[in-house]
C-alpha cells in the first residue's frame, strides 16, 4: 500500500541517519585526538564542545527545515538533507586537520534538522488518531540506530580508523538514491504555503502556530523538558554505572545495548497495542511512571540484575514523546505541520546543550572524593523531576485542547 511504502521510507531515513550517527561514535575520540594533537581528556572536552555545536545548528535549522518542506514539499527538503549528510561524512572522512572536522560537525547538525520534515511527511500520510504509533517508528528506528550503529562502527575501526565515516557516507547516498526512485510527495500542492526568512525560527513559528491552538505551547513545552530528561542517557549514564556498580566497559555496553533495544521495542510494537487501550494521556502518565520507578530501582540497586530491570522498566519512556507529538500534530492544520515540528525540534535541541554539563556536573558533586553526597545516580534523580514537570506541562496542554479521554479516538 502507498501509506506503508511512505511509512517505511521514512523509517529507513532515520534509520539510515541512526546508523550513520553511531556508526562513527567508536573512532571519534581517537579521530579527536590524532588530529588536534590532544589528549583523550581534552579530546573529551572538544567533543562536547562539537556535541553542543551540533546541537546548536538544530536549534537554528529546524525551524527553517520545517518551514520549508510546507513551502516546498517534504520529499525535496528531505532528499538535499539526506545527499549533504552525505557528502558531509565524506568530507569527515577526507578531513585533514581538526578544522574541517569541526566544519563537518556542524554540517551534519544542519542536516540531521531534517527530523522536522520528516515527523511532518508521517503526520501528512497518517490519519490524526494514528499519528501517535507512527511517531513511535521513529523512535524504533532510533533505537535499532542506536544498537547496531556503534558495534558495526567498531568492527570497521578495527580495519581502518575512518572506515567508519565512509560506510557513514555511502548508507546516506544509498538511501538518497532510494527516496529519489521510490519516494512520493506527501504534501499536495494546495496545501503548501508561502516561506519567509523572517518567521524561521522557534518563537516566530510558536507565535504564529499559537494562534491555531494555545495547546501547542504546552506541548512544545513539554517535548523540550522531555529531551532534557531523556538526555540523561547518552549524556552520563555509563559514567554513572561505572561510578555506582563498578561496571566494567563490556557491561556498560551490554546495558547500554539493552536501553536501545528495549526502547526499540517500546516504540515499535508497544505503542500499537498500548495507545488504542490507554489513549495518548494515559500513556505519558504510564512513560513518566515508568522512568519514576527505574530511578527507585537504579538508586537502591545493589546487584547487577536490579540495574537491568530498571532498564526494562524504564524502557515505559517510550510512550512519552511519542503519545505528546502525536497529540500536538493534531493541534495545527496540514499547512503547518513542518512550522510545528521545525519549531519543536528546535526547542528539543536546547536539551542537548544545556543537559549534558548538567548532569555531568551533578554527577561530580554526587560522587568521588570531596562529594556532597555518595549518590552516583543523582542524575537520574534529576531527569525524573524533568519527566515530572513534562507530565504536568502535557497535562495542561491536555485540557486545552478539550481532551478528557483520548482513547475515544484512538480506539475507533
Not at 518567521?199 to 501547542?216: D, I
Not at 542524575?379 to 515530572?388: E, H, K, S, V
Request: charged letters at 10%.
Amino acid at each position: 500500500m502507498p501509506h506503508r511504502a511512505s511509512l517505511g521510507f521514512v523509517f529507513v531515513v532515520v534509520l539510515i541517519d541512526m546508523l550513520g550517527f553511531g556508526i562513527v561514535i567508536p573512532v571519534f575520540p581517537s579521530l579527536i585526538m590524532n588530529l588536534a594533537h590532544v589528549t583523550i581528556n581534552v579530546a573529551a572536552a572538544y567533543a562536547g564542545w562539537l556535541g553542543a555545536g551540533y546541537a546548536m545548528m538544530q536549534f537554528v535549522c529546524a525551524p527553517v527545515i520545517g518551514n520549508l518542506s510546507d513551502r516546498f514539499g517534504r520529499r525535496p527538503v528531505m532528499l538535499v538533507a539526506i545527499l549533504a549528510l552525505g557528502l558531509d561524512y565524506l568530507l569527515q572522512w577526507w578531513a585533514p586537520v581538526f578544522g574541517w572536522l569541526i566544519v563537518g560537525r556542524l554540517l551534519a547538525g544542519v542536516t540531521g534538522a531534517s527530523y522536522s520534515a520528516a515527523y511532518a511527511y508521517i503526520a501528512d500520510i497518517t490519519p490524526p488518531e494514528k499519528r501517535a504509533a507512527s511517531f513511535g517508528l521513529v523512535g524504533l528506528a532510533f533505537g535499532v540506530g542506536f544498537v547496531v550503529g556503534p558495534a558495526l562502527g567498531g568492527v570497521l575501526g578495527t580495519i581502518e580508523p575512518r572506515l567508519p565515516f565512509l560506510a557513514a557516507a555511502l548508507l546516506a547516498l544509498a538511501n538518497f538514491g532510494f527516496g529519489l526512485f521510490f519516494v512520493r510527495e506527501s504534501l499536495a500542492p494546495e496545501l503548501r504555503r508561502r516561506f519567509d526568512w523572517r518567521t524561521a525560527n522557534a518563537l516566530s513559528s510558536l507565535r504564529a502556530l499559537r494562534g491555531q491552538s494555545e495547546t501547542v505551547l504546552w506541548f512544545v513545552a513539554a517535548l523540550g523538558v522531555w529531551q532534557l530528561s531523556h538526555i540523561v542517557y547518552p549524556a552520563v549514564w555509563s559514567y554513572m554505572a561505572i561510578a555506582a556498580y563498578g561496571f566494567t566497559a563490556r557491561q556498560v555496553g551490554w546495558a547500554l545495548a539493552l536501553v536501545g533495544l528495549s526502547s526499540a521495542l517500546v516504540q515499535g510494537l508497544g505503542l500499537r497495542r498500548v495507545l488504542p487501550l490507554l489513549g495518548e494521556r494515559r500513556a505519558v502518565m504510564l512513560g513518566v511512571a515508568g522512568l519514576a520507578a527505574a530511578t527507585v530501582l537504579y538508586m537502591t540497586a545493589t546487584q547487577t540484575w536490579v540495574v537491568y530491570l530498571a532498564i526494562a522498566i524504564g524502557s515505559l519512556e517510550g510512550f512519552v514523546q511519542a503519545s505528546i507529538s502525536g497529540l500536538n500534530s493534531q493541534a495545527v492544520d496540514a499547512r503547518s505541520q513542518g512550522e510545528l515540528q521545525g519549531a519543536a525540534q528546535s526547542v528539543s535541541a536546547i536539551a542537548q546543550i544545556v543537559g549534558p554539563p548538567l548532569y555531568a556536573q551533578t554527577l561530580a558533586h554526587c560522587s568521588g572524593p570531596g562529594a556532597w553526597i555518595n549518590a552516583p545516580m543523582m542524575p537520574m534523580a534529576l531527569a525524573t523531576l524533568f519527566g515530572l514537570v513534562t507530565l504536568a506541562l502535557f497535562l495542561k496542554g491536555a485540557a486545552k485542547l478539550g481532551v478528557v479521554h483520548p482513547s475515544s479516538s484512538t480506539s475507533q
